[in-house]
């Protein structure tokens, strides 16, 4: 089966850019995308179970009264979706990018996990269609999402621009490895200037010399940086100071960074960041 790369749309603030940052991975990758909307249990018709709460007779008519809504705001939960998908495919065929809608229903993840295997990527925005109201609010699935998946996941801000410079924070440890060994690999990264950082002093950076050789190796330019203090704050000051335009980083380490995913200093990292992030698992 061809890979494809998968982004998700909800048609929050953050759809554009999920669709526009597929587009330059699809473009770099040569790829299709899948664009996937899904519709939660609580957008499906569901007339539950409330014989228990509500007594027969007079009581049917609302019964009917409440399956009709419930039916209703399925109806128009689908009709909403087709929207969503058909707007993120225009964006698309702007990009020159062939795409294919899935609108689905169920839990996000397990629907996600069925496409996986034609998956050569995921794109998700950082924040759900609750950012309006909660603008460093993460989107409640996307820790998730990082946890479950086995693809790359790119993160994306609700803005898009072109992406020139890349940061990789690396600690040397098994995930950072293979993040290095599939940047060397892929397509995506021929071009760009790259810049590999990690916390520490002379054994962190024999570590960064061994991931830049390997990256040399594959014809990547790459310069190195050593980093003092927190690596969260460092990352984000680094990014904002030199203009990086993307951070790579290894879904787990062994340093301070291990807090990825399963702590709190990669959700603030996450959540301070105002440029994409792709994650390595």
């Known amino acids: 089966m061809t890979d494809r790369i998968m982004a998700l749309v909800d048609g929050s603030g953050f759809s554009r850019s999920v669709c526009l940052h597929a587009a330059w991975l699809a473009q770099r990758l040569e790829l299709p995308v899948d664009l996937l909307h899904v519709l939660g249990r609580r957008e499906a018709a569901d007339r539950g179970d409330l014989s228990g709460a509500l007594q027969l007779g007079a009581r049917t008519a609302l019964l009917e009264e409440l399956a009709a809504l419930d039916a209703e705001r399925a109806r128009l939960a689908q009709a909403q979706g087709r929207a969503i998908l058909e707007d993120a495919q225009a964006i698309l065929a702007a990009e020159s990018v062939e795409t294919t809608p899935h609108l689905r ?65 690396h600690d040397g440890g098994r995930s950072a490895r293979g993040a290095i060994e599939r940047m060397a690999a892929s397509p995506v990264f021929r071009g760009l200037a790259i810049t590999l950082a990690c916390a520490g ?24 940086c050593l980093l003092s203090g927190a690596p969260e704050v460092a990352l984000e000051r680094k990014i904002e100071a030199e203009g990086f335009d993307l951070l790579v980083m290894g879904a787990y380490g062994h340093s301070r960074i291990r807090t990825l995913i399963i702590g709190s200093t990669t959700t603030a990292l996450i959540r301070a960041c105002t440029v994409p992030m792709l994650v390595y698992r």
Do not use: M, W, Y
Not at 124 to 138: E, I, M
């Open 201 to 224: 002093g002379e054994e962190a950076r024999a570590t960064l010399e061994r991931a830049r050789g390997t990256l040399l190796a594959a014809g990547l330019a790459a310069e190195t």
């Open 105 to 169: 229903q169920g839990d996000l993840i397990d629907t996600v996990a069925g496409f996986e295997r034609s998956g050569r990527a995921l794109v998700v925005g950082k924040r759900g269609r609750a950012a309006g109201f909660a603008s460093a609010h993460l989107g409640s699935n996307l820790e998730r999402l990082l946890r479950a998946s086995k693809l790359p996941v790119l993160i994306v801000p609700a803005d898009c621009r072109p992406v020139r410079k890349v940061l990789v924070a």
